[in-house]
């Protein structure tokens, strides 16, 4: 007799933990958010002025290459999150100039962080070995800017670019030139609650729930979320002065993220540390706003 796998945790709509350890990733949430879990294929065609193209390294670490129709002048970005592929093609679609490498990050509680921080610093190394023609890539080779390339991810993907920022400082990287970071709404938060994780409206793209939840399975076994990676500013967390070589970064926050106090806390610790940090907020939304554009089915205001 076959014995039924039990659950034991859950996100709800995002992922069951079954008690031998497997996980079922099966969408059962809210359907206008159902796109975040669907996979899209590569094409290695243009539509809508986007080629994509999945490679395996040497390494055996998994990119997907997408590649702007329009070459006029190209600059290579390196997105340190896969999850959100809409978002990743929307960039580059709406910035003709730009080519992205997404990394397919390996997941928690699979495998659990900083496994992902790894991979992000792996690609960026990969990146270099292809700027030093160690490594070849046509698509890269051809069109890409190794002098000018950025850091960029969004929620959790936000925590994982300050974390290869920060150890990219002790790497020689050249002849890659990394020329900026951009954390977009970076999963920032501590153990203890703030006011606006008690105010702030939940989304489907952000709940207590999942900020809980989520973490519990990502960040190592007995860690809090005062552990370095997502709270980078907290006494647990190399001190932000000590960081050597960090890029220029751009900081997007929105002003009703459920977790806006504890990133704003991020921020305010970069600029006492006297780190380069411009700060951009979304005025009238919430954490991952875009996404919920994407689908049709949220606000616009960009403020």
Same mark, same amino acid.
């Given at each position: 007799?076959?014995?039924?796998?039990? =659950?034991? @945790?859950?996100?709800?709509?995002?992922?069951?933990?079954? @008690?031998?350890?497997?996980?079922? &990733?099966?969408?059962?949430?809210?359907?206008?958010?159902?796109?975040?879990? %669907?996979?899209?294929?590569?094409?290695?065609?243009?539509?809508?002025?986007?080629?994509?193209?999945?490679?395996? $390294?040497?390494?055996?670490?998994?990119?997907?290459?997408?590649?702007?129709?329009?070459?006029?002048?190209?600059?290579?970005?390196?997105?340190?999150?896969?999850?959100? $592929?809409?978002?990743?093609?929307?960039?580059?679609?709406?910035?003709?100039?730009?080519?992205?490498?997404?990394?397919?990050?390996?997941?928690?509680?699979?495998?659990?962080?900083?496994?992902?921080?790894? %991979?992000?610093?792996?690609?960026?190394?990969?990146?270099?070995?292809?700027?030093?023609?160690?490594?070849?890539?046509?698509?890269?080779?051809?069109?890409?800017?190794?002098?000018?390339?950025?850091?960029?991810?969004?929620?959790?993907?936000?925590?994982?670019?300050?974390?290869? /920022? /920060? &150890?990219?400082?002790?790497? @020689?990287?050249?002849?890659?030139?990394?020329?900026?970071? #951009?954390? #977009?709404?970076?999963?920032?938060?501590?153990?203890? &609650? &703030?006011?606006?994780? *008690?105010? +702030?409206?939940? $989304?489907?793209?952000?709940?207590?729930?999942? =900020?809980?939840?989520?973490?519990?399975?990502?960040?190592?076994?007995?860690?809090?979320?005062?552990?370095?990676?997502?709270?980078?500013?907290?006494?647990?967390?190399?001190?932000?002065?000590?960081?050597?070589?960090?890029?220029?970064?751009?900081?997007?926050?929105?002003? +009703? %993220?459920?977790?806006?106090?504890?990133?704003?806390?991020?921020?305010?610790? *970069?600029?006492?540390?006297?780190?380069? =940090?411009?700060?951009?907020?979304?005025?009238?939304?919430?954490?991952?706003?875009?996404?919920?554009?994407?689908?049709? %089915?949220?606000?616009?205001?960009?403020?």
């Amino acid at each position: 007799m076959v014995q039924e796998k039990k =659950v034991i @945790d859950e996100v709800s709509g995002w992922l069951r933990l079954f @008690d031998d350890g497997s996980v079922d &990733r099966t969408w059962t949430g809210p359907p206008q958010a159902k796109f975040m879990s %669907d996979a899209v294929p590569p094409h290695r065609h243009f539509i809508d002025g986007i080629a994509t193209a999945d490679i395996i $390294t040497a390494d055996g670490l998994k990119l997907r290459i997408y590649l702007p129709e329009k070459q006029e002048k190209t600059t290579t970005r390196k997105n340190s999150q896969y999850s959100y $592929t809409s978002t990743v093609e929307a960039s580059a679609s709406t910035r003709p100039i730009a080519m992205v490498v997404s990394v397919y990050l390996r997941r928690a509680p699979e495998h659990r962080l900083p496994a992902a921080c790894d %991979d992000g610093l792996a690609a960026l190394l990969w990146l270099r070995s292809v700027a030093g023609k160690q490594s070849h890539e046509p698509w890269l080779s051809d069109h890409g800017d190794f002098g000018r390339v950025f850091l960029i991810g969004d929620s959790s993907g936000g925590n994982i670019v300050h974390q290869v /920022a /920060a &150890r990219a400082g002790h790497e @020689d990287l050249i002849p890659l030139k990394l020329a900026g970071a #951009i954390p #977009i709404h970076p999963g920032f938060c501590r153990s203890r &609650r &703030r006011k606006s994780e *008690m105010e +702030q409206p939940e $989304t489907p793209f952000l709940t207590l729930e999942m =900020v809980d939840k989520f973490l519990s399975l990502a960040l190592p076994v007995g860690a809090t979320k005062d552990h370095p990676i997502t709270c980078p500013m907290g006494e647990h967390a190399p001190p932000l002065e000590e960081l050597k070589n960090l890029p220029p970064y751009m900081y997007c926050v929105a002003e +009703q %993220d459920l977790i806006k106090d504890t990133e704003m806390e991020f921020y305010e610790a *970069m600029k006492k540390a006297k780190k380069e =940090v411009e700060l951009f907020v979304s005025n009238g939304v919430g954490h991952s706003f875009y996404e919920q554009d994407s689908c049709g %089915d949220g606000p616009h205001n960009r403020g």
